[in-house]
């Protein structure tokens, strides 16, 4: 196939979307009923400002203290920069899957076969902490005990239910997104407006003290640790292209949405992160351990029982809407793998309802693999920690497995070419968001129990390692990049690839 570096932008009706993919090697069997606001929408119930808040706060907190809401300053300004660099590449190439196809034509067949496997992975297990993570709010929801059973029990119902949406169709899940991202807004607006008007006990003073957070390890190390809130917060904007087959006139819309969702995703979550942060009476209290579940307490001192019935349903809401969506990303680069040819089992996960316009087996996947995860966590203490930070581990893996092909490709040659690029200022953008996405992962994997065994000190290190090593294993024996003859690497000019 010729390279398409140099394709003139071709109009946004169907027609004109339908001939772009035609150009990139590809007939879709997907229709395109989601709009520039169900995939902004998608994006933003996947980044969840709610679900990233309340999961991860209390133990943010405890860690790093009230400065630990910078961290979503930081990680968003990072992440944007990754984001730039998406929006230049799926305006190019919009095709379904996102980050597997992206590295496939920016690099070629093996390494997208890694970044996708990488990335397919970290998304299943993101379903599994989100799902798990709703667990103890259903459960206060349903006025039964908090215990791990109940939160296991609670997240399969979550995933249930999600995968039941999800087998509806794109035209339902479009406006589940739409009925998650305005419940989310408008809860975490009306919630954070609330506490900031009746439960405020602090100035802003409060965001530059630690209130003895990382006093034995010194506060950088602490806020570093902290700043798992940030990282686990800001990513869902890939999955506006995820999609790219299913939205009209996506190289101009997609990345519009993505770009929107950090926006008004991180806008929002640092705004519930501050409305927590000031209604939160004892910082020292969280620090010590003595108050462990500050967003329940908060709350509760906030609106009451009845209030909190409500507010729980909202954010459940949130949950949903983002199991809803993890699980719609996931099954759409397994279906893209399998479309490919490229993954055990590909006449199955490619497997495509005509009448629903989805691949259904791609997205029990989707549920059950996530399920066996969640049933698994019951032999650990600590297991929302653990999967979490493993899911984001590989999220940010296979993020920067596509940041680096783009700049390898643009080294040598490429140059954007869809309706949205960067221009001169593409490399450099293209450079910091590797450079920062390389410190985000050092972050996470570095140890911090060293009285722990050795094991659980390397945990998130180990875990990734062995994601790629098993991916390794399979790539060098089964070869799977030789099946299937869709194109790959044409994003470099052939005079160079050759």
Known sequence: MTSTNNAPPIPGD????DARLADLGYTSEFRRDMSLWANFSLGFTYLSPVVGIYTLFASSLAVGGPPMIWSLVIVGAGQFLVALVFGEIVSQYPLTGGIYPWARRLWGRRWAWMTGWVYLVALLVTIASVAYGAGPYLSAFLGIEVSTGNTILCALIILAVALAVNMAGTRALAMAAIIGFAAELVGALAVGGWLLLTQRHHGLGVLFDSFGAGSGSGYFAAFLAAGLIGIFQYYGFEACGDVAEEVPDPTRRIPKAMRMTIYVG??????????????????AAVVSGADADPVTNVLTTAFGATGLKVVLGVVLLSFLSCTLSLQAAASRLLYSYARDDMIAGSRVFRRFSQARRIPPNALLVAAVVPALVVLGSIVSEDALIKIISFAVLGIYLGFQMVVLAALRARLRGWSPSGPFTLGRAGLAVNVAALVYGVLAIL??????????????????ALSGLVVVAAGLVYLLVARPYDKGDAPSGDAIPQEVAR
């Open 14 to 17: 169907d027609a004109g979307d």
């Open 266 to 283: 991180g806008a929002a979550a640092t705004f519930v992160c501050l409305a927590l942060l000031l209604a939160v009476p004892d910082f």
């Open 443 to 460: 972050n996470m994997a570095w140890p911090r129990t060293p009285d722990a065994p050795w094991y659980d000190n390397y945990l998130v």
